[in-house]
């Protein structure tokens, strides 16, 4: 079993800034990627920002130049710095890790965390 656990999520002012961490606990697999996601209420989940083990990188336009993606691979831990925050932000954020590549794979989530921008 594994699981991925994310942390660093909460409530913030538009121009503000949140760290997310993930990690993976119980049985040890090599993620080829491992990124984030999100879901904003009524809305389908969407890509923010995946990586590679071999440090490729994907992001969303919407948040390009906004938001980095880092991982740690020995520990099977991602983070994702999200600075400018701004309302449209505001949804429920999954931690991803996929055996397989940035097309497709088996993909493990975590339960969520949740941001939200508001003034």
């Known amino acids: 079993q594994v699981q991925l656990v994310e942390s660093g999520g909460g409530f913030v002012q538009p121009g503000g800034s949140l760290r997310l961490s993930c990690a993976a606990s119980?049985?040890?697999?090599?993620?080829?990627?491992m990124g984030w996601y999100r879901q904003a209420p009524a809305k389908q989940r969407e890509l923010v920002a995946v990586?590679?083990?071999?440090?490729?990188?994907n992001y969303a336009d919407s948040v390009k130049g906004r938001f980095t993606i880092s991982r740690h691979n020995a520990k099977n831990t991602v983070y994702l710095q999200m600075n400018s925050l701004k309302p449209d932000d505001t949804a429920v954020y999954y931690c991803?890790?996929?055996?397989?590549?940035?097309?497709?794979?088996?993909?493990?989530w975590g339960q969520g965390t949740q941001v939200t921008v508001s003034s």
């Open positions: 990586m590679t083990s071999g440090d490729m990188t």
């Open positions: 119980g049985r040890m697999l090599s993620f080829n990627v």
């Open positions: 991803n890790g996929r055996i397989g590549s940035l097309i497709g794979g088996i993909d493990y």
